[in-house]
């Protein structure tokens, strides 16, 4: 078995990182154009996008491997090509949902192109294909079976996870001013105006009171960074954010700490890391009921409503940060939430998921290596002889 993780530092290539740790088996990292959007279709950088995607499909047939583990939903464009079984985790359908059913007028990333559309359709007959499916949250697995017409059984949820001894409470901290804290891009999905909107509202029984937007504005494809300055801009809050850009970990662990609460008011999450990473470090949290949100932080966070009800999130908004001791508890239970998403959870579900994989029926187009009459044990998956 190989775990396949998307080149990069982002939230995808981290999963494939946190989880190859713990099952200490062996990863390859390949730098194809999964998720690369936004493009024309016939201009350079495509062309060059074209060859490295050959490259990479060289690549995973050339190892011949009895599986591999495509790390997000984007890499399942390689899967019918790689000459192996294979699983795929999917993160999100957000950009199916833009390209083929939108249910809004705004979209959640941005409207795809042609190539986009294309690209899309690539994911999703690999997506279809693929051997198992590991879904990051019921939400996901229900927008699979949905959206895709995935058969129910072919899809397994594995919660992410979060490193306990990386996110902790912190005594650093990076501004003197009181803040809430907003971690993530600034995509329409992010749904930052109603974030806005309701920072102000509650301000004015909080003077001194700052909010900071930690992370970059997004990818390439739309001025994010541009529609965020203007929401501020026309809310008043402009004056009262900090922009951090995208900081070290050290740094985020400190901005966790410190901020009196995270609000998440998304319209769409697959999962929602940010929560879980707030709630190891003991920061209080409210979010939307947006995709998987509710789902990821249970009774330990602050769940105000649908994503664009301004007045729930200010009530909620004002409520945690009148109380000290609401805060404490948020924080006390989100902590105990933290701790049990685990990445070695996360391992020993997915493991569950690659015996089914191998177990199963071969298919004539990927014919496996080992004897077709023999379950695979802990030494075929390349995993020593732990067991969860």
């Not at 709630?279 to 649908?306: F, H, K, Q, R, T």
């Not at 805060?327 to 391992?347: K, N, S, V």
């Not at 579900?349 to 077709?372: D, I």
């Amino acid at each position: 078995m190989v775990i396949v993780a998307p080149g990069g530092n982002g939230s995808l290539a981290g999963y494939a990182r946190s989880l190859s740790a713990c099952v200490d088996g062996p990863a390859v990292h390949v730098n194809g154009c999964s998720g690369n959007f936004g493009h024309t279709l016939l201009g350079a950088h495509s062309l060059r996008c074209l060859a490295k995607d050959a490259g990479v499909v060289r690549r995973l047939r050339g190892m011949r491997a009895p599986l591999l583990h495509l790390t997000s939903h984007h890499l399942a464009r390689y899967g019918p090509l790689a000459g192996s079984r294979y699983v795929v985790t999917v993160h999100d359908l957000m950009r199916h949902r833009d390209g083929f059913a939108p249910e809004a007028a705004e979209p959640l990333i941005h409207p795809p192109n042609r190539r986009d559309r294309l690209l899309l359709r690539a994911d999703a007959a690999g997506l279809r294909a693929a051997d198992a499916l590991i879904a990051v949250s019921e939400h996901t697995r229900c927008e699979l079976i949905r959206l895709l017409g995935i058969p129910a059984g072919r899809v397994t949820v594995v919660p992410e996870g979060v490193d306990a001894g990386s996110f902790r409470c912190v005594g650093r901290r990076l501004l003197r001013d009181p803040y809430v804290l907003y971690v993530g891009s600034e995509q329409p999905r992010k749904n930052l105006r109603t974030l806005f909107e309701a920072f102000m509202r509650v301000r004015e029984l909080h003077p001194g009171l700052k909010l900071v937007k930690v992370g970059e504005a997004g990818g390439s494809e739309a001025p994010f960074r541009e529609a965020t300055r203007a929401h501020a801009v026309a809310t008043g809050a402009l004056q009262h954010v900090v922009f951090t850009g995208r900081v070290s970990h050290e740094e985020l662990v400190a901005w966790y700490s410190g901020a009196l609460c995270l609000v998440q008011p998304s319209r769409h999450e697959g999962f929602g890391l940010t929560p879980v990473e707030a709630m190891a470090c003991g920061c209080p949290v409210i979010v939307s009921s947006g995709g998987a949100l509710p789902e990821v932080v249970g009774d330990a966070g602050v769940v105000y409503g649908g994503p664009d009800d301004v007045d729930a999130l200010a009530f909620a908004l004002s409520r945690v940060l009148s109380s000290a001791a609401e805060r404490a508890d948020l924080a006390r239970m989100g902590r105990r939430r933290a701790e049990a998403m685990t990445w070695e959870r996360t391992a020993a579900l997915t493991r569950a998921v690659w015996r089914k994989a191998l177990a199963g029926s071969s298919s004539p187009q990927r014919a496996p290596v080992w004897h077709r009459h023999r379950a695979p044990d802990d030494h075929a998956l390349g995993l020593g002889v732990e067991r969860p």
